[in-house]
Each structure stands twice: as C-alpha cells, then as structure tokens.
C-alpha cells in the first residue's frame, strides 16, 4: 500500500535554528517520485522539489536541502539558519509511476506545521 | 503566464445547493487533478484527467462530477452539497508524463451548512 508518514504534525524553532522536517514512505513499485510542497499561511501551494527513486544524491538549494535513503525509505528535508519567512505547512508527497497506479496522483503525508520564532 | 487558476476564492453554500469550482491552466498541460484538503490533512485526490474528453475517479469521487471539454479548462461540479464536502478545494496540473511536477491553484474555501 502507497503510504507517506510525517510524523512531526508541529515544530517549533528559533529564527537561525536548523530544522529537519521527517518523511517516510511506503511503495510497492521500484519506480516512483517524491515531492515536497510548502503550503505558507496565504494557502497556495509551492513546489520544492521532485526526486526520483533512482536518484539518491543529497540535494541542496540555498538553505534547503533533501536527503534520500532509500534503505529507510526517507526522504527529510532540512532547512538551515530558518527564517521567519519559512514558517508553513510543508507537505512531503509520493508519486508512483508503474502498475496500476499510473495516474499520476500524488499521495500526500498529513504535513508538519513549522513556526519559525524571531 | 497565469499558471493555474480558480474560481471562486471562497464560497459558502447550503445544504443541498449545487455549485461549480472553476479551474483553468494556460501551460499547455495535459494532466489535470482535483484534489481536497480537510482541516489538518494532506490533499486526497477527487478527479483527474489526461486529455481533453477523458477523466477518472480517484479516491474520494463521491459528491462530485467533472469534465474536461478543453485542454484548459477542468470544472468540478458538487451536486447536493453535504456539510461533509467543507474543505479546501486544489485544482493541479503536470505537463504529461505520469509523475510530472504538478503545479497547484491558490484552492477554493468551500463550506457547506
């Protein structure tokens, strides 16, 4: 069964604190995508990143980075020196891309609400 | 570009009442999604559609109907509103291939009393 687990439902920092946010995920399928979306108070939502599952180089953009295991089936996100403008609902979500789930849908974790305290 | 947008922002509706989201995308994609999100949740998917004339169910379809007439356009259609459908509503879209990025709408704020 497709599943993505986010554990963490809040975390709260200090601005410059780091801060990893948890993912964990569960496919039967060899192929698929992972995804990170920032949901800020205002609503909409931002795409971050997309990884696929044969890819498990780190990724660092700015103060973001991913890291992918694949032998724990995680995928957590880590922001550096936050800011108080990181302060959201982050979404970490799972796309598979064979078998009979090939529509495309993406099957979100619950989120994790991180406030970011000047 | 404008990405992809929807209509209304907010809408509040009685019991029983029927209404239509509007979503429409002007990147040329192919893929379209409907998606709601319940207070505290992530997006359950509702409806998708890969081309024009072809749409799906996905996995909470009940209460809802759609149809894709255009490349552009995607409209949800909520037939007797039930107090159950108050939610966040995120229309998406993806270029084609089955786990494109799909980039979301600012989302329609439904309730239902």
């Known amino acids: 069964a497709q599943k993505v687990t986010q554990a963490q439902t809040e975390i709260s920092v200090v601005e410059k604190e780091d801060v990893t946010l948890d993912c964990v995920y569960e496919t039967r399928d060899t192929t698929y995508y992972l995804f990170w979306y920032k949901q800020p108070p205002s609503g909409e939502l931002v795409f971050l990143i997309r990884r696929n599952s044969f890819d498990e180089q780190n990724e660092i953009s700015g103060r973001y980075s991913w890291n992918f295991q694949k032998s724990t089936s995680s995928f957590n996100f880590t922001i550096t020196a936050s800011q108080v403008v990181d302060s959201a609902v982050y979404f970490c979500?799972?796309?598979?891309?064979?078998?009979?789930?090939?529509?495309?849908?993406?099957?979100f974790g619950q989120g994790t609400t991180l406030q970011v305290k000047p | 570009n404008a990405g992809v947008t929807q209509t209304p922002k907010f809408r509040i509706l009685k019991i029983g009442q029927s209404m239509t989201l509007q979503c429409a995308q002007d990147m040329n994609h192919n893929y379209m999604y409907w998606y709601r999100q319940d207070p505290g949740m992530g997006l359950k998917l509702i409806y998708y559609?890969?081309?024009?004339?072809?749409?799906d169910k996905g996995e909470v379809p009940n209460g809802y109907n759609v149809s894709r007439s255009t490349t552009e356009d995607f409209p949800l259609r909520l037939e007797l509103a039930a107090p159950s459908q108050t939610s966040v509503y995120f229309c998406?879209?993806?270029?084609?291939?089955?786990?494109?990025?799909?980039?979301f709408g600012p989302g329609t704020r439904l309730t239902v009393l």
């Open positions: 998406a879209s993806s270029l084609g291939l089955i786990t494109d990025t799909q980039y």
């Open positions: 979500a799972l796309s598979e891309a064979g078998g009979s789930s090939n529509t495309g849908k993406l099957i």
């Open positions: 559609s890969v081309g024009a004339g072809i749409t």
